[in-house]
């Protein structure tokens, strides 16, 4: 009987120890991006300075839980005296609000691979409740590279939800920028720890 009880209590203790996966985000491997409209094109850019972890449950991807953050003073578009101004009050004000952050608070599964994720980001001082789509592509293990496991995140914001409201009008009328800003992260994530045997 006791024998019983022992085993029963190791296999729920297994099973919770499975449940919780942490995995911290692999900046070589990942990259967060986003893209908004000036005048009639489409510019876009990246930061190149993040950090993440992923809490995942497989067995109930629904108690997942995921955190990001940004540091904002590494906003990258391929032009620096545009990064400058982007940096500057006008925009991110990166010396006021250095960082922006998001941690989830549900996931709901769509399908096997697709989930939406509602979370808080704090953006610009600001915070919002956002969903995320997030596409699940996979876990691999390898000897060499560890246990990792990818996911593409999108989303698109509104800028002036998050006071980041400068414009300028155009001589014949209409914006020089839009408010929409489209966000596309792709993460690849290394479990902490050895990879399994």
Same mark, same amino acid.
């Given at each position: 009987? @006791?024998? !019983?009880?022992?085993?029963?209590?190791?296999s729920l203790a297994a099973a919770? %120890? +499975?449940?919780?996966?942490?995995?911290?985000?692999d900046k070589n491997h990942s990259e967060a991006g986003f893209a908004i409209r000036h005048l009639v094109s489409t510019v876009h850019g990246r930061f190149n300075d993040f950090e993440g972890t992923v809490d995942i449950d497989r067995a109930k991807p629904e108690a997942s839980t995921v955190t990001f953050t940004v @540091?904002? !003073?590494?906003?990258?578009?391929?032009?620096?005296?545009?990064?400058?101004? %982007? +940096?500057?009050?006008?925009?991110?004000d990166v010396e006021k609000f250095p960082e922006l952050t998001f941690k989830s608070s549900k996931v709901v599964a769509k399908d096997k691979d697709h989930y939406d994720v509602t979370g808080a980001l704090t953006l610009h001082g600001v915070t919002k409740e956002v969903t995320v789509q997030v596409a699940a592509n996979g876990f691999v293990t390898d000897k060499t590279f560890g246990d990792r496991a990818g996911f593409d995140v999108s989303t698109t914001l509104n800028r002036k939800d998050f006071g980041i409201s400068w414009n300028k009008t155009l001589d014949a009328g209409g914006l020089a920028l839009g408010d929409e800003v489209k966000v596309q992260i792709s993460i690849e994530a290394v479990k902490k720890g050895p990879a399994t045997k």
């Open positions: 009987m @006791k024998r !019983a009880a022992l085993a029963i209590v190791l919770s %120890l +499975r449940a919780g996966e942490v995995y911290s985000i @540091k904002t !003073a590494s906003i990258d578009t391929a032009q620096a005296d545009r990064d400058k101004d %982007l +940096r500057t009050a006008q925009f991110f």
